[in-house]
Structure formats: C-alpha cells, structure tokens
C-alpha cells in the first residue's frame, strides 16, 4: 500500500501563476483534507472532502479550490499564487471524520 | 473558539531524560485526542489516540499519554527519551460537534546526545 501520495514534492512559482496539486489515496478512505503548514502555527485546513462529490471550506479557504475527482483523489489548485501562499502543504484522508487521519508527504510550495 | 494550546514551543532535552509534553483544549462536550509526530524531513504520523475508555493510552516507540477530563489535558510522556525522538510533536483534538481536527501550534523536541 502506497498510503497518502502527493505530487509535486517541491515546486516554486512565480506571483500570479497556476497550479494543481495532486493527491490520492489507496485506503478506500471517505474523508480527505488539505492543510498548509507554517511555522509556530501548526496545520490549518484549508478545504475538506468528507465523500466523494462533497467539499467544505476549512479555516483558511481564500486563494484555493478543490475537486474530489473521484474516491481516491482530491486535488488543490491555486488559481493566482500569491507570496503568502509560500507553505508546505499536506494532504490526508481519513475513513470518516471521527477517525485518525493519514498524510502524505507534503509539497513544499515558494512562490516568488 | 475551540483551540488547542500546547505550552512549550521548543524543548531540549539530553538522552535518558523524562519528557512530558503539555496539550490543553477548550471544549466541553465529547473529543477524540491525538498526538501526531513529524521526524525531520518527514510526515506527519500518529503516535497514539484516545476515543474513550482507559485515559491512559500507549502508543508506538515508549510514548504514552494521558487524558484527564477535568483539567481538559492530554499530556505526552516518555519515560526516557532517545536522540532519535528528536522532532516537532502536535497535539489535536476532534470536537464532537465539529468535523474538523483542531490542531496545536507543535512543540519541536530536540534531544542533545
């Protein structure tokens, strides 16, 4: 079992560029999350899938969307990046939300 | 607001030596608890959790935790700890009224050798 996957590990982008996200999982697992984390403030959510064709704005929504392409997969794209927007972001799903979650290993996100 | 506090935000601590980690949360009703840990350069991983029952709970590589209700605390402990238990150490709580995980700001754990 591969667990969480994240592509890419590491990306830089230039202020006002594009890009998506990947995330999947391979635990049949009905929730999934994406988080950004920043120093001395832990992880924040940004979105929420709790199933397939369902998404939620978590604590921290501008600037993103998502799509819960299928059961497996749920994808964060940045529309315009923005220098706050530098972070590390993580991916993680869970089997419904009263569970513990599973991450993948992150993307490390510079936007310039 | 909900929130989770965790009161040290760097520890240092030399082999051998006791650990205990503070994690405190403002919310009355019903939680699930975890304790996460992030190794460097690395994900996040479940150390242990706590959805009811026994309050003292174990998990992987010696550490366990223990939740007292009255004081809204689920402290981490290891009785002594080992170079390789250097890393960023969170907190979370799960509200039962809330689907989200609420998290703590991390306490980063540094073992001198």
């Known amino acids: 079992n591969a667990g969480v996957t994240q592509t890419p590990k590491f990306q830089v982008l230039k202020t006002g560029q594009s890009m998506t996200l990947q995330c999947a999982q391979d635990m049949n697992h009905n929730s999934m999350y994406w988080y950004r984390q920043d120093p001395g403030m832990g992880l924040r959510l940004i979105y929420y899938s709790a199933s397939e064709g369902t998404t939620d704005k978590g604590e921290v929504p501008n600037g993103y969307n998502v799509s819960r392409l299928n059961k497996r997969e749920f994808s964060l794209r940045l529309e315009s990046a923005a220098p706050s927007q530098t972070s590390v972001y993580f991916c993680a799903s869970s089997g419904t939300d009263k569970d513990e979650q599973f991450f993948g290993p992150g993307t490390r996100l510079t936007v310039l | 607001a909900q929130s989770v506090s965790q009161h040290n935000h760097h520890v240092i601590l030399s082999e051998a030596a006791s650990l205990e980690l503070g994690c405190n949360y403002s919310y009355g009703g019903t939680v699930n608890l975890f304790w996460y840990v992030q190794y460097p350069g690395q994900h996040l991983q479940l150390l242990l959790k706590?959805?009811?029952?026994d309050p003292l709970v174990k998990g992987i590589k010696g550490f366990e935790a223990e939740f007292i209700k009255s004081k809204f605390s689920f402290n981490l402990r290891k009785p002594s700890v080992q170079w390789s238990d250097t890393a960023e150490y969170f907190c979370?709580?799960?509200?039962?009224?809330?689907?989200?995980?609420?998290w703590g700001a991390g306490t980063k754990l540094i073992i001198k050798p």
């Open positions: 706590y959805f009811s029952g």
């Open positions: 979370a709580v799960k509200p039962d009224s809330n689907y989200q995980l609420i």
